[in-house]
């Protein structure tokens, strides 16, 4: 008995593809709950009833709702449908692509046209097979075409056919005026740009010296420095040769586009960088902390472009170019038990009231329902100060400039609101 089922298993397994369905092609198109489905056929038996293949839908398809399935009769009686479905089933064939299928003539097109809500279900006998062709009003080409094995027993026919066609979601139907303001809307990837997009965002990142995929001897001098005695160092030309370069920053930020190419954007940055003071300098032993609060506040102009990738995502990638004023708050505490700060603490290096400088980077937004976005940018910031002065009488000889020339590379990202006018 065992080899007996085992032959009987092979032999479903290996007859399995005669009876399987092939579908050449499938563009996706509208299962409408509580359709109708109209059967067109040449055929002097049609190959299903259309009341089990109603059936067979609803059996095949919980959310189908109640369908109402017929005879197309009044195709069949019409010379222009008659020849273009001969000439559809003459044709249709696995790896051709349904535009080859597409109705030419002005008065064909007129009737696939006028279907409205309704599904057209072109079915043909071909041999040992069944063509089956999913007509609906958006297009004069087939939205799926294929075919099934041919069987005698009708309401297993139709089951397959129903699984194999009907297998998607079902929507509601529309009413006629909901019809007629679909029909007058654009393509939801051809719709007019907007007049402007702004958008207001919260996020956060990271930033630091070194620049990817460039040499470390660039910022071996900035990064290994430390500072002795309050305001000596080697050079004094980068910031970062007093201060820490990476660090995480919070940001806040908003902006818009016009017509969806050009727009501006303001933001702010705070970050927290710690002194580097060199822990061999006895003199630190009265020092607690020393800190300084970064606040950067820019403007960027914005070029970008706008794609919809889906009905409900939307991708804007851009990039922006801007300039940026930095202010530096210094934050610095003694220890409990220091009356009187050392003369170094009260002639430490004091940074400039304000440095400037460029951005400029790269990045993309991803906006769901049109409202809620996240976004992603990376980029090069500089900052700088070119009025050389003099220390006061009381400092060192050094340094004479503060952070004349400081860069970082960054990168974060950001939770957005949108709108559109």
Known sequence: MNKIHLLLILALLLAAPLFAGDVYSNSHPTIWKDGEILIWTLDTYPVVDPKEF???????NTGIGDPKCRLLGEWERDSIAVRYATW?????????????????????????????????????????????????????EPKIAGKVHYQDDKIALGDEIASLFFSGPAKRRLSKEERQKLATEPDEYYQEVPNFKGWVGVGGGYAQAKIPLTP????????????????????SASLWNFIDDSE????????????GFIGIEIMYRYSKHSVKIDNKDTIYKELDYWDFSQHSIGLNVILSRSFDATKWMNITPFAFLGFQYCFFVEDIGLKS?????????????????????????IGSQFIFAKHYGVSFRTGISSRGFNMYSDPSPDAAAEPTTIGASTIDWFIGGGLEYHWML
Not at 54 to 60: M, P
Not at 216 to 235: A, C, M
Request: hydrophobic share 35%.
């Open 54 to 60: 109603c059936l067979s839908l609803k059996r095949n």
């Open 337 to 361: 038990g220091v009356d009187e700060p050392s003369r170094y603490y009260k002639t430490r290096i004091e940074f400039e009231d304000a440095y400037k400088g460029a951005v400029v980077g």
């Open 216 to 235: 470390d001897d660039w910022y071996d001098s900035h990064i290994k420095s430390t500072v002795r005695n309050y305001r000596i160092t080697k050079d």
């Open 248 to 259: 995480p920053y919070l940001a806040l930020y908003a902006g818009g586009t016009w017509y």
């Open 88 to 140: 559809l089933k003459a044709n249709m064939e696995p790896g051709l692509k349904a535009e080859y299928l597409r109705a030419r003539h002005p008065a064909m097109v007129a009737k696939l046209q006028s279907v409205e809500d309704k599904t057209v279900l072109f079915m043909a006998k071909d041999g040992d097979n069944v063509l089956v062709a999913f007509f609906d009003e958006t297009a004069s």
